[in-house]
């Protein structure tokens, strides 16, 4: 019986002693982005907005920018992250119908140039641009003594057979903007026709960008066999930049022949159900301040959509950037993309 007289006692030094304590240091919350595996944000640009806003920043890198977007779409209402970054005009549709977004307009949005501005719905706001294009390993085409391709109707071209590769547009972001470049430059059903031609002259198909660029492609620090690739034009400066021994001059080309690119932008955008609304909001609007956007050319090799921002001269020396990139009208592409990769796949036997 002692020990039940002895309890209140007991209960009132514990109490004594918990009031008496330091409280707990509070965790900061954690601000998640998913984008794709070429997400690359700089340390100082992410302690930049931590020390503002006394929180932490994750990067959740989720493939491909299509397979980012699908696992986004698979996770709908129960997101995985706050924001998800790298949609691009290819995609934007198809996140804008699924309804993956919350809406909202960041105050900078007005000072970003109309043709980057696709979404009238306020869902989704534009980042950062760039071309999508055919880059060519150099050093093989001089040793071959074979002129590089210019133009789509070039690649169809026997001299230039089972040297191309490309990334499957029904999950990867630069194959899927490829395949637009050729719909606007052949037209539909136009554009399959090329495709068989490309068929017929010993296309190689890759599931994305990376296995196309690094295991497949001959060119830069790439171990493959084929000279020609589906990339980017902005990749050139890419391998003098982050070139292991220093060089002057970058080893690959770009394809900048009429209508052989196609323009791509970026977006982010909140998740529908994120519990850090508020913090996701103010992340929006740091991607659009000059620390952000300066830190885009060097890190991801695209162009920032605010105007006025610096460029580091060593990426504007050796860009492509192509006169007359295809055009494929954005309502179009809502309506008829799945039906455009669906016939690709057909014809492609993929």
Not at 57 to 66: F, K, M, Q, T, Y
Not at 182 to 202: A, H, K, M, S, V
Not at 215 to 226: H, I, L, P
């Amino acid at each position: 019986m002692r020990y039940l007289f002895a309890m209140p006692a007991v209960l009132a030094l514990l109490c004594a002693a918990y009031a008496g304590a330091e409280p707990a240091a509070e965790e900061p919350d954690v601000l998640t982005m998913m984008g794709h595996d070429s997400t690359v944000v700089p340390e100082e640009v992410l302690a930049e907005f931590e020390e503002r806003y006394g929180a932490r920043v994750r990067i959740l890198l989720a493939g491909d920018a299509g397979s980012a977007l699908n696992r986004a779409i698979l996770a709908k209402g129960n997101p995985l992250a706050d924001v998800l970054y790298g949609v691009d005009n290819a995609f934007l549709s198809r996140a804008l119908e699924e309804g993956v977004f919350e809406a909202y307009e960041p105050a900078a949005l007005a000072g970003i140039a109309p043709e980057l501005r696709l979404d009238a719905s306020g869902h989704a706001t534009p980042i950062d641009f760039g071309d999508v294009c055919v880059n060519y390993d150099i050093t093989w085409f001089d040793e071959a003594g074979l002129a590089p391709p210019q133009t789509l109707e070039d690649l169809a071209n026997p001299a230039y057979a089972d040297l191309l590769v490309v990334e499957n547009p029904a999950a990867s972001s630069p194959g899927l903007a490829f395949l637009l470049a050729t719909i606007g430059r052949f037209g539909d059903p136009g554009y399959l026709d090329y495709w068989r031609e490309l068929q017929n002259n010993g296309v190689r198909v890759a599931p994305d960008w990376e296995t196309a660029y690094f295991a497949e492609f001959s060119g830069g620090t790439s171990a493959g066999d084929r000279p020609l690739v589906v990339s980017y034009g902005s990749s050139p400066p890419f391998e003098v930049i982050y070139a292991e021994t220093p060089i002057e001059a970058p080893t690959t080309g770009v394809m900048v022949g009429n209508q052989s690119c196609f323009r791509q932008i970026e977006f982010a955008g909140i998740l529908a159900g994120t519990p850090r609304r508020e913090l996701a909001e103010r992340w929006i609007d740091f991607m659009l301040e000059t620390s952000f956007q300066a830190s885009l050319p060097l890190n991801m090799f695209v162009f920032p959509v605010i105007a006025d921002t610096p460029l580091a001269p060593e990426f504007e020396r050796f860009l492509s950037i192509p006169e007359r990139p295809a055009h494929v009208d954005p309502a179009a592409i809502a309506e008829h993309r799945e039906r455009w990769i669906r016939q690709w796949r057909e014809a492609m036997a993929q």
